[in-house]
């Protein structure tokens, strides 16, 4: 008997400034896993378009939805999503202001297909305070592997 396994599993590198500050492994949840299988067939449901980060802090479940709290949506950067990587796909989206323009204290981060709110998520992590001052740039990506 043949038998395949599967997996989509993720990372995500976050940055501020151009500085390293976070590498975080994420979870591809049921509902971004549907996603895929929905477009392998053929249904049109909306690429991933975006990134969006939080406040939140309740740990990452296969069953999300949607960030806890969410604070900025963010469409891609140019030339991303990039899939020149072996069974790979990375997003970068940078964020510039966030909120009303004040520090905010990033504790979640997660992929979606829709710029402004609602959609399916593809992934998403909870990872321990990153402070995003008003005029940091926070650039955050995330690299998906089927394997």
Not at 53 to 66: K, L, P, R, V
Not at 137 to 146: E, K, L, R
Request: hydrophobic residues 40%; charged residues 15%.
């Amino acid at each position: 008997m043949i038998k395949e396994n599967l997996k989509m599993t993720g990372s995500l590198e976050i940055a501020i400034n151009g500085d390293t500050v976070r590498k975080i492994p994420n979870l591809v949840v049921s509902a971004g896993k549907e996603h895929v299988t929905a477009r392998l067939h053929g249904t049109t449901d909306g690429v991933m378009s975006a990134m969006a980060i939080g406040t939140g802090s309740t740990a990452a479940a296969a069953g999300d939805t949607a960030l806890g709290t969410e604070a900025v949506r963010t469409a891609f950067d140019s030339g991303f999503p990039d899939i020149s990587g072996t069974n790979t796909i990375k997003y970068e989206t940078t964020f510039v202001a966030v909120g009303s323009g004040g520090d905010v204290s990033v504790t979640e981060a997660g992929i979606f297909n829709n710029t402004t709110s609602g959609g399916t998520m593809l992934a998403r992590t909870v990872f321990g305070t990153v402070t995003k001052g008003a005029s940091d740039v926070m650039t955050i990506t995330w690299t998906i592997t089927v394997s």
